[in-house]
């Protein structure tokens, strides 16, 4: 888009045209898309359009597009993670041994079973 602006203002100053660095600004600022709008409120809020340098303008710009890309990058990610399909879990099935339950189980037992499953758990949120 700069170079294409670039080359516009340069064929116009060819025909004697001359614009002032605020006139750039402002029909570049005019030029950006609704993606553009919320820095492009706060680039005429904060500053004076009239003394606003070009060069200013293309680097604000630009930073703004890199720092888009990398959010909707990071977004991209966080969302596609989403709709992956649940990871797969670890089921225990409980067996009975001869005329035990497991309503019997010894505290001991119960306590290392308990344990098992919270490593189990804190290795899976950690992955």
């Known amino acids: 888009m700069i170079t294409h602006f670039t080359d516009i203002i340069n064929g116009l100053k060819g025909f004697d045209r001359k614009f002032t660095n605020g006139e750039l600004v402002s029909k570049i600022l005019r030029s950006l898309s609704e993606d553009w709008n919320s820095l492009k409120?706060?680039?005429e809020n904060i500053k004076d359009v009239n003394t606003y340098l070009l060069e200013e303008l293309y680097e604000t710009l630009m930073t703004y597009k890199l720092n888009n890309a990398k959010i909707k990058k990071k977004t991209r990610k966080s969302k596609k993670e989403m709709k992956?399909?649940?990871k797969r879990?670890?089921?225990?099935k409980s067996t009975n041994d001869e005329g035990s339950s497991n309503t019997n189980m010894s505290d001991e037992k119960y306590d290392d079973l308990l344990l098992l499953v919270k490593k189990w758990r804190r290795f899976?949120?950690?992955r």
């Open 124 to 126: 899976q949120n950690n």
């Open 41 to 43: 409120m706060l680039i």
């Open 84 to 86: 992956e399909s649940p």
């Open 89 to 92: 879990q670890i089921v225990l």
